[in-house]
Nanobody, 120 residues
Framework: QVQLVESGGGLVQPGGSLRLSCAASGMISSIDALGWYRQAPGKQRELVALITRGGNINYGDSVKGRFTISGDNAKNTVYLQMNSLKREDTAVYYC??????????????WGQGTLVTVSP
């Protein structure tokens, strides 16, 4: 079992910045990748950023160049630095932990979500 706790959401003006944190606990060794997803009202959940145990990083197209994902292995924490925020970044942001055994996904854990609101 893996538990994820997000923090750092809030209200920010367009053009501003926020940093989200996701602390993982439990079976840390089972985690192959940590990622951030978001879901806006009326929309499907989408990938924001993902970092693998090997350090590979992927970003959703809408956040490339503005958001940066990073990890602190000593703290079992992954961060999402969000700059140049836009109103369309408003969403609930979820942390996800994934683990695979070959092609079989054996870990799919989610945090409780943290709300980011971008508004004047």
């Amino acid at each position: 079992q893996v538990q994820l706790v997000e923090s750092g959401g809030g209200l920010v003006q367009p053009g501003g910045s926020l940093r989200l944190s996701c602390a993982a606990s439990g079976m840390i060794s089972s985690i192959d990748a940590l990622g951030w997803y978001r879901q806006a009202p009326g929309k499907q959940r989408e990938l924001v950023a993902l970092i693998t145990r090997g350090g590979n990083i992927n970003y959703g197209d809408s956040v490339k160049g503005r958001f940066t994902i990073s990890g602190d292995n000593a703290k079992n924490t992954v961060y999402l630095q969000m700059n140049s925020l836009k109103r369309e970044d408003t969403a609930v942001y979820y942390c996800n932990a994934g683990g695979w055994s070959g092609s079989l996904r054996v870990l799919d854990a989610w945090g409780q979500g943290t709300l980011v609101t971008v508004s004047p």
